[in-house]
């Protein structure tokens, strides 16, 4: 009687140990599973920034949660397919799957974007496409400031595609921004989505002072002419020609300009309203959960917590402040050479952010006079933004790629 | 012009630091790709806005006039409040309302108050865009 009280006490002891060096609480202790609490903490100051602060909140909820979930030690969320032979030793992890679906799902993001998108202002006003290239600036200038910070650092082990991935920051687009950089820097894909979508985010607030700064009172006042309507026939052919051209010019921004344009042909035709409606509503979310997911899942802690994610942070900002100064000046260049025909502040909206820019210049500029409606002429640069910056992605995926 | 730059794919700038190319090498690359890539971005968006300029003038030849603002839009101040049919993106109608209202009658805004509006026919073009 007392053996087997003694042995079952024993047991009981033996499994309790076990259970406890076993749960996710032990792998804290071990090792350097700290990291992985520090990470958790990040995935929760993002869930509050997504759900208390509503910045970006259906791209940073799923975000913070793949990284909740991977980070959370044992949980296997992140685990690679091992294979010896034909046995399984290690089974493929949920999020994983998802991450190494990672190359496509930017370019049918664009497609649901393009599906969403009116290009009618920016045919009705060609000119201003050029502010959505000029907007493009940043996207070099933090390019050149991570060459330059790798050259400073060399402990930063900045790459070429690094340097070209933490520019397309600057671009505000984030599926651009994710597609340059699974491709050319994938190790770093968590911090730079985030600090894609966290400035994106934050435009309403980098922006203003420096449009502010850059333009006098009597340049935000400026009104403009009202657009000349635009027929549906050149809705149909903008898409198929831009695509043709585009990607003839630079074959490599095939999956970008390729799927936004097809994505505006479902929304001009007319006849694939259900086509256009899928690509834009239910699939693009569906892409968003996995997407976002994915890239937090991504954020390990060896590459997550390191210098390379401050320089990332810090250039990215950089790069959307640059961007946004290039739109303005080159808005003022415009106005000067149309005689004060062109707000110099729509040059702001040619950072993509689609339509938040546009807002923002809507914004300021009636902030100077109520009845200044700058809205739909800040939409053309707006939109040119997007294939401007798909076109910068493409020429980092040429040269790097 | 692009032959010039030639990149090994993702070359660690670090290691390159030590070897044959040095700060001005690597530099003068990343120089490089920013003028390249700056150029070919005007240049692609410059002649995508040079091709719309051409069809937009095609398309001048053919549109027919658009007819002026339908008067129904323009509400009269003592009209009764009729119901508002869409929500959405309400403040931005109006504003918007407003400004056709003042463009076409040459006055300031200020002076102006849209009480209601209400859609006119059903030719399915919406004013919000969509």
């Not at chain 1, 002891?13 to 202790?29: C, I, P, R």
């Not at chain 1, 993002?46 to 208390?52: D, E, R, S, V």
């Not at chain 1, 401050?310 to 415009?334: D, E, N, Q």
């Not at chain 2, 009269?76 to 309400?90: K, S």
Request: hydrophobic fraction near 55%; proline fraction near 5%; include cysteine.
């Amino acid at each position: 009687m007392n053996l087997i009280a003694m042995n079952f006490l024993s047991d009981l002891g033996d499994m309790l140990v076990k259970f406890g060096v076993e749960s996710g609480f032990a792998q804290f202790f071990n090792g350097v599973g700290w990291k992985n609490l520090i990470m958790i903490g990040v995935a929760l100051v993002c869930l509050y920034l997504a759900i208390g602060k509503q910045y970006e909140p259906l791209l940073l909820v799923p975000i913070s949660i793949g990284m909740l979930l991977s980070n959370l030690p044992l949980s296997g969320m992140m685990n690679e397919l091992v294979k010896e032979g034909d046995t399984v030793i290690q089974e493929e992890g949920l999020l994983h799957v998802f991450y190494s679906l990672k190359g496509i799902f930017p370019s049918l993001i664009f497609m649901g974007v393009g599906a969403m998108t009116d290009f009618g202002p920016l045919i009705a006003n060609p000119k201003s496409i050029l502010l959505g290239a000029a907007a493009q600036m940043g996207i070099f200038f933090a390019f050149l400031g991570a060459i330059v910070l790798g050259l400073a650092f060399p402990s930063m082990n900045m790459t070429y595609g690094l340097a070209a991935s933490i520019g397309i920051i600057g671009g505000a687009d984030g599926p651009t921004a994710i597609l340059t950089t699974t491709k050319l820097a994938t190790d770093y894909l968590a911090p730079i989505a985030v600090a894609a979508y966290s400035y994106m985010a934050l435009v309403p607030v980098i922006q203003p002072p420096i449009m502010k700064a850059l333009t006098t009172k009597e340049e935000r006042c400026i009104k403009m002419e009202q657009l000349r309507p635009v027929s549906q026939r050149e809705k149909i052919l903008f898409p198929i020609v831009v695509s043709i051209l585009v990607i003839l010019i630079l074959p490599d921004t095939a999956p970008l300009i390729g799927m936004l344009m097809f994505g505006n042909l479902l929304k001009e035709c007319l006849v694939t309203k259900q086509l256009a409606e899928t690509a834009s509503n239910a699939l693009m979310y569906i892409i968003t959960i996995m997407l976002g997911t994915a890239v937090g899942a991504s954020a390990q802690a060896e590459t997550f917590l390191t210098f390379q994610t401050l320089g990332i942070l810090l250039l990215g900002v950089v790069a959307f402040m640059v961007s946004t100064a290039g739109g303005v000046l080159f808005g003022k260049i415009m106005c000067k050479a149309t005689h004060g025909k062109v707000n110099p502040l729509i040059g702001a909206a040619g950072v993509s952010a689609v339509p938040m820019a546009a807002r923002v210049a809507q914004k300021v500029g009636s902030q100077e006079d109520p009845t200044n409606f700058l809205l739909m002429h800040a939409m053309g640069p707006n939109v040119a933004g997007v294939i401007g910056s798909a076109i910068a992605a493409g020429v980092f995926l040429k040269f790097f790629g | 012009m692009m032959n010039t730059v030639v990149l090994e794919a993702s070359g660690r700038l670090a290691d390159r630091l030590v070897t044959e190319d040095g700060w001005l090498g690597a530099l003068g690359q990343g120089l490089g790709v920013t003028v390249a890539g700056l150029v070919i971005v005007f240049a692609a968006l410059l002649i995508i806005a040079a091709l719309i300029s051409v069809f937009a003038r095609l398309a001048e030849g053919k549109q027919k006039p658009l007819p002026e603002i339908e008067p129904a839009a323009v509400p009269e101040p003592a009209a009764p409040v009729t119901q508002v049919e869409e929500t959405v993106d309400e403040e931005e109608l109006v504003a918007v309302l407003t400004a056709a209202v003042a463009a076409c009658m040459d006055r300031p805004a200020d002076g102006l108050v849209v009480r209601s509006y209400r859609r006119v026919g059903g030719n399915g073009r919406s004013w919000t865009g969509r």
